[in-house]
T-cell receptor
Framework: RKEVEQDPGPFNVPEGATVAFNCTYS??????FFWYRQDCRKEPKLLMS???SGNEDGRFTAQLNRASQYISLLIRDSKLSDSATYLC???????????????FGRGTQLTVWP | DAGITQSPRHKVTETGTPVTLRCHQT?????MYWYRQDPGHGLRLIHY???????DKGEVSDGYSVSRSKTEDFLLTLESATSSQTSVYFC????????????????FGPGTRLTVL
């Protein structure tokens, strides 16, 4: 079983729509979680961190459900500029954490159309 | 911006030739990582370093070696390039957000696009 699983999409939504991505993780001891955004032919960039039940930053809300071991990212009022791939990332809180190891999902592709 | 540069940004080479990619950081981070990213696989860890001359293997290290003689530079070498090593290579540094390693995350360089013919 992979450490982090994401629906690869693609998600195609109109401007102004609300879209949600889900991600599941296998290690119940994991402590912290991140969403990264990756534009086409660019490097992944940190979008949000999630340490407790959730985090909100403008139109973006990340939620954590520890009982079900999933993280979600909600984007409200989608913009054309939100088109990108969104990576779910988990800090596993195991020995690997002491070496800075992270587990990356394969990403969910989002296209927002006018 | 974590002050990470990678060189070259693009390279085309032939099968069997050695190739060295360079990652340079300006913020004195101890931990550095090399990943490759391929369609359908996502990011996969090749090697990482936890200090000068301290390196270890990741999940896809076969055919790759690394060196770190200075804090700021982490080199990835493809000893004899093969077509299966055509990929985008990203370097990353570890950076803490809230003071303990549970909250550490990574910041990436701009990537090197390598094509092996």
């Amino acid at each position: 079983r992979k450490e982090v699983e994401q629906d690869p999409g693609p998600f195609n939504v109109p401007e102004g729509a609300t879209v949600a991505f889900n991600c599941t993780y296998s290690n119940s001891a994991s402590q912290s979680f991140f969403w990264y955004r990756q534009d086409c032919r660019k490097e992944p960039k940190l979008l949000m961190s999630v340490y407790s039940s959730g985090n909100e930053d403008g139109r973006f809300t990340a939620q954590l459900n520890r009982a079900s071991q999933y993280i979600s990212l909600l984007i409200r009022d989608s913009k054309l500029s939100d088109s990108a791939t969104y990576l779910c990332v988990v800090n596993p809180a195991d020995r690997g954490s002491t070496l800075g190891r992270l587990y990356f999902g394969r990403g969910t592709q989002l296209t927002v159309w006018p | 911006d974590a002050g990470i540069t990678q060189s070259p940004r693009h390279k085309v080479t032939e099968t069997g030739t050695p190739v060295t990619l360079r990652c340079h950081q300006t913020e004195n981070h101890r931990y550095m990582y090399w990943y490759r990213q391929d369609p359908g696989h996502g990011l996969r860890l090749i090697h990482y370093s936890y200090g000068v001359k301290d390196t270890d293997k990741g999940e896809v290290s076969d055919g790759y070696s690394v060196s770190r003689s200075k804090t700021e530079d982490f080199l990835l070498t493809l000893e004899s390039a093969t077509s299966s090593q055509t990929s985008v290579y990203f370097c990353a540094i570890r950076k803490g957000l809230a003071g303990d390693y549970y909250t550490d995350t990574q910041y990436f360089g701009p990537g090197t696009r390598l094509t092996v013919l």
